[in-house]
């Protein structure tokens, strides 16, 4: 018997130049905060001014909080919330890639909420509180395609004092609005295509894989996978292809929206425990790094056979036969894009660090293994961090 629910309820304007249609859009008040990175990108091509010129088409005040850092920590979430909350803001605009946007819907929580953003965070030692007041709305603006954060209502954020890194959000923290504008994304550097680029992989793959798969799910998810495998490599030897940036762009926010309805798997709960103590491994770099031996352990046991089939195909190997066949497509395309040679050793980890990695993974977001297609035990996940370690 099929049951399933469906819930999406972000307005999303895709495409190029859809940015221009920001100041026709019916915002939610008169006062925003822009929550973007401490980094220089949207200054220095000229997003930010963008935005502001279109705010400024319908009188909205705006004050700038550009603090945030590649993985956002609580205690800039804190000191955002205090500011929009100091400040009157009516809603929250996160401009730039998924931690901006992240950060930005964490903010719009403490916004209007009390306390530290740890107690309304689940699992590890956060108290698991309600949200008792509606966190103001938020506006995507998204510049990378990567986390699909403008389609889904997930936020991650780092407690720095412990190393714990975690997903959180619920049905409020959907974005009210999302501009998903390829044209933002033609200044990014070939080798954070990439990362971001499979990153969005990622999520369709584990989507399509997790026990809550349906049937929309499973269509997003595949096309998703068809459009990375189709223009990833595009994109990221020729950055100025617009043709291609639209197609991973697309990819990127299907893969959001099967998040928001179905949902990643363990491979994601271990790769935030590393690049939770271990900050400057970009996210989707820790997930390149154990891919090939995660894929593999679960054809070992036989998890979903013919699922992984179906992501081969859809990853452009359409005479696969055989679940393995999806490595081999997924290893071709890493090499293609020259991720193939990623060493967490580069990044300071050490052999010995990793069974770290096993008992965070559990602990912080532990949930996301109910979610595996089969028992994802701590030996399995050892065996992937020892088999992928260089």
């Not at 060493?343 to 052999?351: C, E, N, P, V």
Request: proline share 4%; with cysteine.
């Amino acid at each position: 018997m099929m049951n399933f629910k469906y819930y999406i309820p972000t307005r999303i304007l895709f495409g190029t130049g859809s940015l221009q249609q920001l100041g026709d859009q019916e915002l939610p008040g008169k006062k925003a905060m822009i929550v973007t990175t401490h980094g220089q990108s949207v200054k220095k091509y000229g997003y930010l001014d963008r935005v502001i010129e279109q705010l400024e088409k319908q009188n909205i005040e705006y004050l700038l909080f550009d603090k945030i850092l590649p993985n956002p920590i609580k205690s800039h979430v804190n000191e955002g919330g205090r500011l929009a909350k100091d400040e009157h803001v009516n809603f929250i605009i996160g401009l730039g890639g998924g931690s901006a946007i992240d950060a930005a819907k964490a903010i719009a929580i403490m916004a209007t909420n009390d306390g530290d953003y740890w107690d309304y965070v689940h699992g590890g030692t956060g108290l698991g509180k309600e949200v008792v007041h509606d966190p103001l709305p938020i506006v995507a603006i998204t510049t990378t395609a990567g986390t699909g954060t403008e389609a889904d209502p997930w936020t991650v954020t780092t407690k720095e004092e412990t190393g714990e890194k975690i997903g959180s959000g619920y049905d409020k923290t959907f974005p009210f609005l999302s501009i998903v504008d390829p044209e933002l994304m033609l200044t990014v550097p070939s080798l954070l295509t990439a990362y971001q680029g499979f990153d969005a992989l990622f999520h369709s793959c584990e989507g399509y894989l997790n026990k809550a798969h349906n049937p929309i799910s499973d269509m997003y998810a595949l096309k998703s996978i068809e459009l990375i495998g189709k223009s990833l490599e595009i994109v990221v030897k020729d950055g100025k292809n617009i043709k291609a940036r639209e197609d991973v762009a697309l990819a990127n926010t299907l893969a959001g929206m099967v998040e928001s309805i179905s949902g990643c798997i363990s491979e994601h709960s271990i790769a935030h425990a590393m690049s939770g103590y271990v900050p400057n491994f970009e996210h989707g770099a820790a997930l390149i790094s154990i891919s090939k031996e995660y894929y593999t352990m679960l054809i070992e046991k036989h998890a979903c056979d013919q699922r992984i089939i179906d992501m081969a195909k859809a990853l452009g190997n359409k005479d696969a036969k055989k679940p393995q066949d999806f490595v081999y497509a997924l290893v071709n395309l890493q090499a293609h894009c020259g991720v193939d040679g990623i060493k967490m050793s580069d990044y300071g980890m050490t052999y010995d660090d990793l069974p770290r990695f096993v008992q965070s993974a559990r602990e912080t977001m532990g949930g996301l293994f109910d979610s595996d297609p089969i028992e994802v035990s701590d030996n399995d996940v050892l065996n992937i961090l020892q088999k992928s370690y260089k």
